[in-house]
């Protein structure tokens, strides 16, 4: 089940990961919205961030420098 919410501000890219993994671990967000709408690589059984996995996903996200 879906959840209404707000634009946001900014890139999604920016928001703080540990943010993230809180909203996954509370229930707003699933894993895979985390992935797919911030960038952020969530695994384990006691969920944790993949760091380096989170920095290439949000790289690919962002799409080439200018």
């Given at each position: 089940?879906?959840?209404?919410?707000?634009?946001?501000f900014?890139?999604?890219c920016d928001r703080d990961a540990?943010?993230?993994?809180?909203d996954v671990i509370d229930g707003y967000v699933t894993i895979e919205?985390?992935?797919r709408k911030y960038g952020v690589v969530i695994t384990?059984?006691?969920p944790t961030i993949?760091?380096?996995?989170?920095e290439k996903r949000r790289?690919?996200?962002?799409g080439p420098a200018n």
């Amino acid at each position: 089940m879906g959840a209404a919410g707000g634009g946001g501000f900014g890139d999604a890219c920016d928001r703080d990961a540990q943010g993230v993994l809180d909203d996954v671990i509370d229930g707003y967000v699933t894993i895979e919205e985390a992935e797919r709408k911030y960038g952020v690589v969530i695994t384990g059984d006691s969920p944790t961030i993949d760091v380096k996995a989170t920095e290439k996903r949000r790289a690919r996200m962002r799409g080439p420098a200018n």
